[in-house]
């Protein structure tokens, strides 16, 4: 059995909020680097490995599209598999949607997405085909880690009131994959109600569909806080004089663009 025709989604339309000491700056840890290579960059790249991968959609906060093109690196110049990029929504969920939509509005012949976070930029190949293969025998797939630490619910006053048997439970990662059609089904569906979802995985099965799980690796941890890149507050340092740099060569690119046309238009030949 070969490998089935896929698309891959990559969210990075997040606001970083646990990560970014900057807040309002509009520095995302996917466009920081790691050993050479962006964050984003690490958490694409795996995927083009993986034959039959037919797109890859990228969601990013809409008016960031510039930078996110930029922490892509040189993966539009590959002529490997196509890689777009998508504006994001107000939440994750939304985000995705946009993506499923374009992916469908692409009318690629495929059977399989996948759904894979931006910030898990140590993801191999392997656990790809992990959890490709399992998704073509749930039709939906997860990898997935028994959890280490003691797990316990909380009043609303943040007392323990509640203790979980470990063995029923696991954690789950990214890339979460599924049959394409059941879920841009679901997709659209939890569209139009206003439950709030965990992610893909509980759309997917809330309406009637199954995710098997498969085993998820130790590595493919998620950048979520800033000590996540050694250098990270170096880097963003260093980001936000580039950024402003870029804007104010931008004006003035558009102030002479201007101005030209000024004058062409002061001696009649515009």
């Known amino acids: 059995m070969g490998f ?49 991968c037919q797109a890859i959609v990228v969601t990013c906060p809409k008016g960031m599209e510039d930078q996110c093109a930029v922490a892509l690196e040189d993966l539009f110049e590959q ?19 946009n993506a499923l939509k374009m992916i469908h509005d692409m009318a690629l012949p495929i059977d399989y997405v996948a759904i894979h976070d931006g910030a898990r930029c140590y993801i191999s190949p392997s656990l790809i085909i992990r ?13 997935a880690l028994p959890p280490t630490d003691a797990l316990k619910t909380i009043d609303e006053n943040g007392v323990l009131c509640g203790h979980i048997d470990r ?16 879920i841009f089904y679901a997709h659209q569906v939890a569209n139009t109600n206003e439950k709030t979802y965990v992610d893909d ?28 890149i050694p250098d990270a ?10 950024l402003e740099k870029g804007r104010q060569s931008a004006q003035a690119a558009r102030a002479l663009h201007e101005a030209m046309q000024s004058v062409k238009q002061e001696q009649g030949t515009v």
């Open 4 to 52: 089935p025709l896929h698309a891959v989604i990559v969210t990075a339309a997040g606001r970083s909020d646990r990560f970014n000491i900057t807040k309002n700056e509009g520095v995302k840890k996917e466009y920081l680097s790691i050993e050479g290579h962006t964050v984003l960059y690490r958490s694409v790249v795996p995927f083009l490995q993986i034959p039959n």
């Open 167 to 182: 063995s029923r439970t696991v954690a789950v990662q990214t890339p979460q994959i599924f049959h394409f059609p059941e």
């Open 233 to 242: 507050e170096q880097q963003i340092a260093q980001y936000l004089i580039d």
């Open 79 to 97: 002529n490997q598999v196509p890689v777009v990029i998508a504006n994001g929504g107000e939440s994750r969920q939304a985000s995705v949607y």
């Open 131 to 143: 959890t490709l293969a399992t998704a073509t025998v749930f039709k939906g797939a997860v990898p």
């Open 201 to 228: 995985t509980e759309i997917f099965s809330d309406f009637g569909q199954s995710v098997g799980i498969c085993e998820g690796e130790r590595e493919n941890k998620k950048i979520t806080y800033i000590e996540d």
